[in-house]
């Protein structure tokens, strides 16, 4: 029997394209992040994420944004880090890559938590894209705590 949780968070914020880095587009993402385990959490401080991400001009999905996938690590309390590392297909079905992570700062807690800076890879691992996502504690903090639910299964 393993015991873990999960909770949701959001992000919003822009990107542009590295051939193309003057035209901002917009970005949201919104993920589900599965801990599965407590044991499996505190060896590897791996947990899944999946969610929906919307890309302007990249991965729009008719307006629903595109399913994505990956991992979130939690390096907070040895590294002061949280990468994530997101797939998802664009619009023209190529698979792209979203990488990033949120460094933690005492100075500047609450910015160094709520702003994470990523790059977008193509297919070939090449980066093509840059982003800036903010959780907006205001408004998402609230909805992440009510969304942090313990998880037990056999």
Do not use: C, W
């Not at 193309?20 to 589900?32: F, I, M, Q, V």
């Not at 994420?49 to 991992?71: I, Y």
């Amino acid at each position: 029997m393993g015991i873990g949780f999960e909770l949701a968070e959001t992000f919003s914020g822009s990107y542009y394209m590295l051939d193309a880095p003057t035209r901002d587009n917009a970005l949201a993402l919104s993920l589900r992040i599965d801990f599965d385990g407590i044991g499996r959490f505190i060896r590897e401080r791996r947990a899944d994420a999946s969610g929906t991400l919307h890309a302007e001009n990249l991965a729009e999905g008719a307006g629903h944004g595109k399913p994505v996938r990956g991992s979130v690590t939690m390096r907070l309390f040895d590294q002061k880090r949280i990468p994530y590392d997101l797939s998802f297909e664009g619009d023209d079905g190529r698979t792209y890559r979203l990488k990033g992570q949120r460094d933690f700062f005492l100075h500047d807690a609450i910015d160094s938590l709520t702003i994470l800076p990523a790059s977008l890879y193509d297919d070939a691992g090449t980066e093509v894209g840059r982003a800036m996502l903010r959780f907006d504690p205001k408004t998402a903090l609230m909805p992440l705590l009510r969304s942090l639910r313990p998880r037990v299964s056999l």
